[in-house]
């Protein structure tokens, strides 16, 4: 059975960081891509950053610049460094994996429990 198990989040003030880890166990074939996602009260669930297994990366405009993803392909681990933080940036996140359980099956999406991160002076 494939988990996903979140850390890192928390509370910090506006210009500060943080690091979100997550990390898949169960067995998996192959993983697709990785990814991070967020959601404020009242919001919909957005794109933050996401890395395939080739390295490319792509990230929300909203955190370009500031937020960091990138992956442990041996600890089957991603993470998001996330600097200078805004109050705005304050949401539930979710990590997200794409991943191929057999080689002769179509991808599966992951999803984590979330982890809190509130951004507050």
């Known amino acids: 059975q494939v988990q996903l198990v979140e850390s890192g989040g928390g509370l910090v003030q506006p210009g500060g960081s943080l690091r979100l880890s997550c990390a898949l166990s169960?067995?998996?074939?192959?993983?697709?891509?990785m990814g991070w996602y967020r959601q404020a009260p009242d919001k919909q669930r957005d794109l933050v950053a996401r890395?395939?297994?080739?390295?490319?990366?792509n990230y929300a405009d909203s955190v370009k610049g500031r937020f960091t993803i990138s992956r442990d392909n041996a600890k089957n681990t991603v993470y998001l460094q996330m600097n200078s933080l805004k109050p705005e940036d304050t949401a539930v996140y979710y990590c997200?994996?794409?991943?191929?359980?057999?080689?002769?099956?179509?991808?599966?999406?992951?999803w984590g429990q979330g982890t809190q991160v509130t951004v507050s002076s």
């Open positions: 890395i395939t297994s080739g390295d490319s990366t």
């Open positions: 997200n994996v794409i991943a191929l359980l057999r080689w002769d099956t179509l991808p599966k999406n992951f």
């Open positions: 169960g067995s998996i074939f192959r993983i697709a891509s």
